[in-house]
C-alpha cells in the first residue's frame, strides 16, 4: 500500500462486498476468495497469508506480500518454536506499523503437523511454501487440497516422482486458485524486457548460449550441541535429499532462464561435478559443469560453483545471428548487436560488484523482482485470473535433475529417461518420531534463536528442535549410486524379458550384460530391458581372458580387440555407458613389462571407435598379476590422457592384498563403474561370499564411496540365485553400500 493511500480516509479503504465479487466472477468465472472474508477494512479486506517456514527466504516472500499493500501475514508454521518465535515478533512489529493487529496466537502453528494445521486454517487466503525443498510435493498437496492459493518456493521437488505430482497437484487447482512458483526473476522489469526483445527477434537466430551461477560457500551455523539429525534440518541446504543439491535448490534460477529464453526445455544433457573444496558439511556438491543440449541444435554450457571465497557471479549469454544478450543479476544487462539495447538503470562494466544475498534480496538488476512477482500474486487472486506456473516449474526442476543425474553418473541423459524415473529420495526421516506431546515440550524449552537465511530457497521444516527430544541418529543421506546386478545372476531358466524383470522386481536398477555378438540377440536384450523399465548399464566384455590383449600373437590379440569391438557397439545399442575390460594378464610367457607396454599399445586402437560411440573402457583390477595396486592403476590409466579410459573397481578383489577404502580414495573421481562382491579368508584359504559375510568393512567402503562423491553404479557380481536370494542381495546392498536402514 502506498503511503499516499495510508494518509486518505478509513472509508476509502473499503470494498463494496458485492460489486467486488461481481466483477471478479465475470472476469474469471469465479472468485476464490470467499465473499465472507472480503471485508470493508484495509485490513480485513487484504489476502491473508500464512507463512509455512519461517526462515530467511520465506521471511523475505511474505514481507515483500505486505509490502504490496494487499496482503498481510495472519499465520505463522514452523518445525522449530525458535523460528516460530522469531518470525512472530518481526512480522508482529512489521504490521503493527502498518496498522494491522498482531497475528492471533491460535494462527501459530509448530511440530512436524504444522503445515496441515495451516492448510486446515479457516483464518488463511493464500499460503506461502518456503519448507525444504524435499516437502514441497506434499506440503503444497495439502494447502491445494485445502483449497487455499498458494505461493511455492523453488524447486517445486527434488526428485522426478516428485515433480509430477506436482504438476497433478496444478491440473487439480487449475482454474481455481493461483498457484505460483518462486521464480521471481520472470516478472523482473529488465529481464522482463530482455527476453521480449529476444523473442522479437533482436539476437536473430540463437546458436548456442552460456550461464553460470558461481555463489559463496553457505555459512551455516555448527549447532555443536545438536544431534544430527538436527544439525541435518538446521542445516538442510548442505543435504542433497532435504535439498535436491546446489544444481536444483539454487541453480535453478538460472537454468529457468534458459528454457525461458529458448521456449523450451533441454532435450538432453552431459556433466561433471563434485565436493571438491568443500568441508565436511554435509553430502552436497560444490560445483557443477554440464552441457545442456536444446531444440534446433541450440547447445548451452553451466557452469555452477557453491564454494568461492571473495567472489560471485551469475549471468546468461546467448549468441546470435544478429546480436550478444548478457543478463547478470548485477552488471551491464541488455543486447549488443544489430538492435543495441540496455536496461535503463543497469549499472556499467566498470561499476564495483554488488554484494551477494543468501536470501535472494538483491539489487541492482533484481532490485523490483521480488516486488514485482509478489504483486503479481496478490494481483491474480484479487482479480480472479489466477495463474497457475505448477507445469512451468515442474518443467525447470526436471531439467535440473536432468543434469544432476548426468553429472552424478558420468553419462549423457535424455529428457524422456529423465521422465521414466521412478527414484523417490529418501531423507531417511520420520516426522512423526518423536511423539507430539515431547515435541512441543522440547521446543517449548528451545533457548536459541540464531538467525537461518539461507540461499534463495526455503527455511527447514522437519523433526524437533532440542537434540534431548530428537530421535537415534540415522545414517546420513543415503548415496546416490544406483544399484545393479550381473546378467547372469539371473536364473538362466527364464526368458531374457522376465530376467530383466525380475531384476527390476526385487530392487534393481540397473544390469550389466554380457558381449552379444548375434545381432538379433543383442536386439532381444535390448527390448527385454525396454520393457522391464530398467537399463543395461554396462557391457561385461567376455574374451580378455581368452584372448588377452597383452600376448605376443597377433592372431589372439586381433580376437580380443574384435570382441572389445563387438562390446563397445552392444554398449551403444543397449544405451549404456562402458565397457568392462580385463588390460592384461601376467604369465611366465608375458612380463609386467610386457603386459603394460602391449596392451596400452592395443587399447589405444580402440580409442577412436570408443570416442566415437562415447563409451567409455573401463579397466578393471583383477586377480590377474596386473596393476596391483591404486597407484600403479592410476598411472596407467593416466598415461592414455583420455576421457574414454576410466577405472572398473571391484571391491571384493583387493582384500587380499589391500583395503578397498584405500582403493577408493586413490582412484577418486577415475572410478567409473564398481563390482560389488565379498571375500572370506580361511584357515585353509578362503571362499566367495554373499555381501555382508566376508572381510569388507562395507561401512569404511561407504563412507569413501561419500568422500570422492561416487555416483555411479555399483553391481552386483555374486552366485546367482532364485527371486528370495535376488531380494536379500538387493537389501544388502541397500544396507551395507548405500546406507539405507
Not at 491474480?380 to 526436471?398: K, M, P, R, V, Y
Not at 566384455?541 to 597383452?550: E, F, G, Q
Not at 571375500?679 to 555381501?691: A, I, P, Q, S
Request: glycine share 8%.
Amino acid at each position: 500500500m502506498s503511503e499516499d493511500a495510508k494518509d486518505q480516509p478509513s472509508n476509502s479503504g473499503k470494498v463494496d462486498r458485492r460489486k467486488f465479487i461481481g466483477t471478479a466472477a465475470a472476469t474469471a468465472g469465479m472468485m476464490f476468495i470467499k465473499p465472507e472474508l472480503v471485508r470493508g477494512t484495509a485490513a480485513n479486506s487484504a489476502v491473508r497469508v500464512g507463512l509455512l517456514g519461517c526462515g530467511g527466504r520465506g521471511t523475505e516472500d511474505a514481507t515483500n506480500l505486505v509490502d504490496t499493500g494487499g496482503s498481510r501475514v495472519v499465520a505463522l508454521a514452523d518445525l522449530f518454536q525458535d523460528q516460530l518465535d522469531k518470525g512472530r515478533d518481526a512480522f508482529n512489529k512489521m504490521q503493527q506499523d502498518k496498522g494491522y493487529p498482531a497475528i492471533d496466537a491460535s494462527q501459530l502453528f509448530v511440530g512436524p503437523h504444522a503445515f496441515q494445521q495451516m492448510a486446515n486454517s479457516k483464518e488463511i487466503d493464500a499460503v506461502v511454501i518456503a519448507t525444504p525443498p524435499y516437502f514441497h510435493p506434499e506440503h503444497l498437496e495439502a494447502v491445494v487440497a485445502a483449497g487455499k492459493h498458494v505461493y511455492c518456493e523453488k524447486p517445486v521437488a527434488v526428485d522426478v516422482p516428485g515433480a509430477l505430482k506436482v504438476i497433478e497437484i496444478g491440473k487439480r487447482a487449475e482454474g481455481k486458485l493461483s498457484l505460483d512458483v518462486g521464480f521471481q526473476i520472470r516478472d523482473c522489469p529488465p529481464f522482463v524486457e530482455l527476453v521480449r526483445r529476444i523473442h522479437g527477434g533482436a539476437l536473430g537466430k540463437i546458436i548456442c548460449g552460456e550461464a553460470h551461477y558461481f555463489s559463496g560457500y553457505i555459512d551455516r551455523p555448527a549447532w555443536p550441541d545438536a544431534s544430527p539429525v538436527e544439525r541435518r534440518l538446521r542445516n538442510w541446504v548442505y543435504d542433497r535429499a532435504l535439498s535436491g543439491d546446489i544444481i536444483v535448490e539454487q541453480n535453478i534460477h538460472v537454468i529457468d532462464i534458459c528454457n525461458w529464453v529458448l521456449k523450451a526445455h533441454p532435450l538432453k544433457a552431459s556433466g561433471s561435478g563434485g565436493r571438491q573444496g568443500r568441508p565436511q558439511d554435509g553430502d552436497a556438491f560444490g560445483n557443477y559443469n554440464v552441457l545442456f543440449h536444446y531444440p534446433e541444435g541450440v547447445d548451452i554450457t553451466f557452469s555452477s560453483t557453491q564454494i568461492s571465497k571473495g567472489w560471485w557471479e551469475v549471468t546468461e549469454r546467448f549468441f546470435g545471428t544478429r546480436g550478444t544478450s548478457q543478463s547478470p543479476y548485477t552488471g551491464p544487462l541488455g543486447i549488443w548487436g544489430e538492435e543495441p539495447w540496455q536496461a535503463e538503470g543497469s549499472v556499467a562494466k566498470d561499476a564495483p560488484p554488488a554484494a551477494f544475498s543468501a536470501t535472494g534480496k538483491f539489487t541492482s538488476n533484481l532490485e523490483f523482482a521480488d516486488r514485482e512477482k509478489k504483486k503479481a500474486f496478490v494481483d491474480s487472486i484479487t482479480s480472479g485470473h489466477f495463474h497457475n506456473q505448477a507445469a512451468a516449474g515442474a518443467e525447470s526442476a526436471l531439467s535440473c535433475m536432468m543434469a544432476r543425474t548426468a553429472a552424478y553418473t558420468g553419462r549423457e541423459v535424455s529428457w524422456e529417461e529423465t521422465l521414466k524415473s521412478k527414484e523417490k529420495w529418501d531423507s531417511k526421516i520420520d516426522l512423526n518420531k518423536p511423539s507430539r506431546r515431547e515435541f512441543l515440550k522440547s521446543t517449548v524449552t528451545t533457548a536459541f534463536s540464531a538467525g537461518l537465511g539461507v540461499c534463495a530457497g526455503a527455511e527447514l521444516f522437519a523433526a524437533s528442535t532440542a537434540p534431548s527430544a530428537v530421535p537415534a541418529s540415522p545414517p546420513p543421506s543415503p548415496l546416490p549410486i544406483k544399484k545393479g546386478l550381473v546378467f547372469d545372476m539371473l536364473p538362466a531358466k527364464l526368458s531374457s524379458a522376465e530376467r530383466m524383470k525380475l531384476a527390476r522386481d526385487v530392487g534393481f536398477e540397473v544390469v550389466q550384460a554380457p558381449t552379444t555378438p548375434e545381432e538379433h540377440a543383442a536386439e532381444e536384450m535390448k527390448k527385454a530391458a525396454d520393457a522391464a523399465n530398467i537399463r543395461i548399464d554396462s557391457v561385461m566384455n567376455m574374451d580378455h581372458w581368452k584372448y588377452p590383449l597383452s600376448s605376443s600373437d597377433a592372431t589372439v590379440v586381433e580376437k580380443s580387440l574384435a570382441g572389445m569391438r563387438t562390446s563397445l557397439r552392444n554398449a551403444k545399442l543397449w544405451g549404456s555407458d562402458a565397457v568392462l575390460l580385463v588390460p592384461a594378464v601376467v604369465n611366465p610367457q608375458t612380463s609386467y613389462r610386457d603386459a603394460w607396454s602391449r596392451s596400452q599399445t592395443q587399447i589405444r586402437k580402440l580409442l577412436p571407435l570408443a570416442e566415437e560411440l562415447k563409451i567409455v573402457i573401463a579397466i578393471e583390477e583383477v586377480w590377474n598379476k596386473f596393476l596391483l595396486s591404486p597407484l600403479e592403476m592410476t598411472k596407467y590409466i593416466g598415461e592414455f590422457q583420455s576421457p574414454w579410459i576410466e577405472a572398473w573397481f571391484d571391491v571384493g578383489n583387493v582384500v587380499l592384498y589391500g583395503y578397498p577404502q584405500d582403493w577408493i580414495r586413490t582412484l577418486g573421481k577415475g572410478i567409473a563403474k564398481v563390482h560389488l562382491k565379498d571375500f572370506k579368508r580361511k584357515k585353509d584359504g578362503y571362499e566367495w561370499v554373499n555381501l555382508g559375510d566376508g572381510d569388507v568393512d562395507w561401512e569404511a567402503v561407504r563412507e569413501a564411496f561419500r568422500e570422492t562423491s561416487y555416483s555411479g553404479s555399483a553391481i552386483c557380481e555374486l552366485e546367482g540365485g532364485d527371486e528370495a536370494y535376488l531380494r536379500d542381495v538387493s537389501r544388502r546392498v541397500d544396507r551395507l553400500v548405500l546406507g539405507r536402514s
